[in-house]
């Protein structure tokens, strides 16, 4: 079993079956997966995505300056973020909401100590904001938090989607399902495991990936425990 992770949840995972913005009885159920690790003495910290409210990717396809449409996307993960610490605190898991853009009044400001001392307390830590700077993704906010944190590895978790696939498997019926792989090789076939950014991130600094379907109940704590689930994604080379 994994002491410390880092849970990464996409911001799409927070609208439920709704087609925009957060459906509460969906972040609840999260939550809901989250305490069954959290009851294992598992130490968490959760990165999350704001991709049910902007992606500044979209933005930029509109015309808006990228840096600006970023931040945007920034601010959408604090909202997620504190839907996540409500749901969580709702069924009495303590947590802790860091931001790395200053919004003192709703999260603490990310610090690298302080996060460490609220796992080792026993508090899930929500990671916000991203990096605190535009053109990084979530998913290298993940990585580098990962890193940062001594996290033993990062649970990624897909929303409908069991794991990497060799091309897209909404597009082509015939996709096949990897059920190993090697960061090196995600870099080398582009892999839309997460960026080159956060792939190399976790290869420097010798962190693991679990990619798994998180709307399937259970499959959180499954990949806590290291059942076999989805893809693991290895630093190493085979």
């Known amino acids: 079993m994994y002491q410390r992770i880092i ?12 087609n925009y913005g957060i459906d509460p009885k969906t972040v609840h159920n999260i939550a ?19 991709g049910n409210l902007w ?12 840096a600006q ?7 959408g993960t604090i909202m997620n973020g504190l839907a996540l610490q409500d ?37 899930v830590t929500i990671f916000v904001g991203g990096t605190g700077s535009p053109y990084f993704s979530t998913d290298t906010a993940a990585g580098l938090r ?33 059920n190993e792989l090697t960061l090196q090789e995600v870099l080398e076939k582009n892999l839309l495991v997460m960026d080159s950014t956060a792939a ?7 962190i693991n990936i679990i990619v798994f379907d998180m709307n399937k109940k259970g499959n959180i704590k499954k990949a806590v425990m290291g059942e076999k689930l989805g893809t693991v994604v290895k630093w190493e080379e085979k």
């Open 32 to 50: 809901l997966e989250i305490k069954e690790i959290y009851a294992l003495g598992v130490q968490i910290g959760v990165v999350i995505g704001a």
């Open 87 to 123: 749901a969580l605190e709702g069924i009495d898991v303590p947590s802790r909401v860091m931001s790395a853009i200053n919004v003192s009044e709703v999260a603490e400001p990310y610090i690298r100590r302080r996060a460490i001392r609220h796992l080792e307390k026993g508090r």
């Open 7 to 18: 849970l990464k949840l996409s911001g799409e995972a927070m609208k439920g079956n709704t």
């Open 55 to 66: 992606r500044g990717v979209i933005g930029e396809e509109l015309g808006m300056d990228r």
């Open 69 to 75: 449409a970023d931040y945007m996307g920034m601010l």
């Open 200 to 206: 190399s991130i976790c290869k420097d600094n010798k």
């Open 146 to 178: 990962a890193a940062e944190i001594g996290a033993d590895t990062i649970l990624m978790a897909k929303n409908g989607v069991e794991g990497v696939y060799d091309k897209d498997p909404k597009k082509f019926a015939d996709a096949v399902l990897y």
